[in-house]
């Protein structure tokens, strides 16, 4: 015979693991790309280093954004996840509302950035409290190609974040 506790018990773990199974759920539903996913088949790929290699006080760095090769569609649509470095570009309140998310630490501001094809703006509704530029952080969410010119350079990528959380 199984006692009232023991139901309770089990109700209330059963009821524990439900709650847990949404971050789950998560878990399962998203694709894991990397940054050289987002670069076409037989386009060349940003040589390391090349960031070093341009001139960092004759041209603004926009200016001096190597070109893009294309763009990659096969994920437009899908739940994606890619890591990252945050470049902020809208605040509301103290938390990052839209930001390039960029490959490596300094893209974009402290040297130029990668091309195109290796730039996603993030936008999210809720803000995200980021601890700074050096920050790696996985951005979950909408994935899809879309061309954004900001001041910092040119993105091909565009993802509707609904999770954003540390690296």
């Known amino acids: 015979m199984v006692s009232a506790n023991s139901n309770r018990r089990a109700f209330l773990t059963s009821l524990g693991v439900s709650m847990a199974m949404p971050s789950l759920v998560l878990a399962k539903d998203y694709i894991d790309l990397n940054w050289t996913d987002l670069i076409p088949e037989g386009q060349p790929k940003v040589p390391p280093?090349?960031?070093?290699?341009?001139?960092?006080?004759?041209?603004?760095?926009?200016?001096?954004?190597?070109?893009?090769?294309?763009?990659?569609?096969?994920?437009?649509?899908e739940t994606v996840r890619l890591p990252?470095?945050?470049?902020?570009?809208?605040?509301?309140?103290?938390?990052?509302?839209?930001?390039?998310?960029?490959?490596?630490?300094?893209?974009?501001?402290?040297?130029?950035?990668?091309?195109?094809?290796?730039?996603?703006?993030?936008?999210?509704?809720?803000?995200?409290?980021?601890?700074?530029?050096f920050e790696a952080v996985n951005v979950i969410g909408m994935f899809g190609t879309a061309s954004t010119s900001t001041q910092l350079a040119d993105i091909a990528y565009a993802l509707s974040a609904d999770h954003i959380e540390p690296f």
């Open 49 to 77: 280093g090349i960031q070093s290699m341009i001139q960092h006080d004759t041209l603004g760095m926009s200016a001096q954004q190597p070109p893009s090769h294309g763009v990659r569609t096969e994920w437009s649509g």
């Open 84 to 133: 990252g470095y945050i470049v902020p570009i809208d605040y509301s309140g103290t938390g990052v509302t839209a930001f390039i998310l960029v490959p490596f630490v300094g893209a974009c501001v402290h040297v130029p950035p990668p091309p195109a094809n290796q730039l996603v703006f993030v936008t999210t509704q809720e803000p995200y409290e980021s601890s700074g530029l």
